[in-house]
């Protein structure tokens, strides 16, 4: 549909239909808030749209506390992702009673959890992507639209004109018309409502190349998702949980995978990632350490009651996104939502079957069993059920891309073999980058019976190519929906890169609509990507790794 014909259209759209706006962002994901602050800050007006209660995705509504790189604090992500770090500090610094010293801490990590530099609460995180967004909600130039989840799309030729929303509590549905949409849903929902090419699950070794693709390929192989939930534990009280409905199944539950799992799921040994020998894993719900066995209750924790006054807590919280909650008997994507709902479900009695496990029968330190004390706190999900309000979703729908990113640009082994240019870090140059950003190549098991696949990667860009679709003018992707393969995925679905990958998406769509051009245009013509790069920069955004760590 060309300029003409689109302003035409949407002439005839009724008077009663949501005003038209220059972007539609469905998913309030990370992806989905720095696709919008991205586009708010350059002067469009944006409707965004989020299934769930909070905006935040993964790390609010699915529960999982940050996954981050070791240079996090000072490069590797775009500034306003730092700025959002920095803002989660502050909230608890104003806020929270918490102890001088804590205060005093430039890098207060709230929960001193393992897995990352900033554990905090869900709760914040939502706090403060609304306080983000709270300046473009008070002058109307941004329309958030919680609950409300994407139905139906009119496209016409290559063009998206409009998407039809439903509102999750009254089952009203409104139409959105734009002048670009952003897909950043968790499992790439505008994909097949758009008729966008798309891949899903595992591509084979002859159509990839990579080291660790399979021989053949399976489209219903994805990695295993997972429903977290928040605990804390009171010592001499009693917080045991009604038996779940399915406890006698997952407490003698095998995962069937290849290479073999260690054993039952509900224990406290699993498959190592890296070697897939078994590992054993310490808990203590005090936190005592556990020997040399990394104490699981100390993983994610995102509150450490020492780091506030006394009484304040009762005791510490974390977050339950362990591999004994890892739910690997259902693939959840591109299947009916009867289907999806059943995989949720039996996700959830696992989750629950674990904590009754955790509290009745898992082993203790002094002999005995059981933690009784260990209390569900549905508060901090903001859930009735105690867990997350939407699945930890590792994998998602992928674009068929204009450029899509294989082992060989990023996986250390196969990247070294390869004669690609290299940037100072070891990955494949790409001369489109729109942002940077680090993680391991770190698959889970997955649906269809793979175990572990885990191993290192290199400090790698974000090419602009994997963010076009071959086909579709008007819709980008934002998410874990990206020009990836299933290996790299692995590496570029965590926080910070989602972020990068939305605050590029956002850019560009500005970008284009200021300079009357499509978006593939400033890929493909050297100019206008120049010129973008420039214009990115210029906004805090990385393009490259610094010479230095």
Known sequence: MNRRNFFDFIANIPKDKAPIVDLVIAGGGLGGVAAA?????????????EENEWVGGQITSQGVPPDEHPWIETHGAPKTYRDYRNLVRDHYKRFYPLTEEAKSRPNLNPGDGAVSRLCHEPRVAHAVMIEMLTQYLSTGQLTLLLQHKAQKAVVSSNTVTSLLVKDLKTGKSTTLVAKHFIDATELGDLLPLTGTEYVTGTESKAETGELHAPEKADPTNNQSFTMCFAMDYVEGENHVIEKPKEYDFWKEHVPALSPAWSGKLLSLEYSSPTTLQPKALGFHPEGIPTGDK????????????????????????????WPQNDYMLGNIADVSEKEFNKHVDRAKQLSLSLLYWLQTEAPRPDGGKGWPGLRLRADVMGTADGLAQYPYIRESRRIKAEFTIREEHVGKDQSAQSSLPKNNRGSARFEDSVGIGYYHIDLHPSSNGNNYIDFPSVPFQIPLGALLPIRMENIIPANKNIGTTHITNGCYRLHPVEWSIGEAAGCLVAYAQKNGIQTRAVRNN????SAFQSFIRAQGIETDWPETK
């Open 37 to 49: 602050l991205a586009a708010l800050r350059n002067g469009l007006s944006v409707v965004l749209t």
């Open 294 to 321: 990394l104490n699981l209750w100390n993983y994610r924790k995102i509150i450490n009651k020492n780091n506030f006054l006394p009484g304040v807590y009762k005791s510490d919280i974390t977050i339950v996104n």
């Open 526 to 529: 050297p100019r206008y990507l």
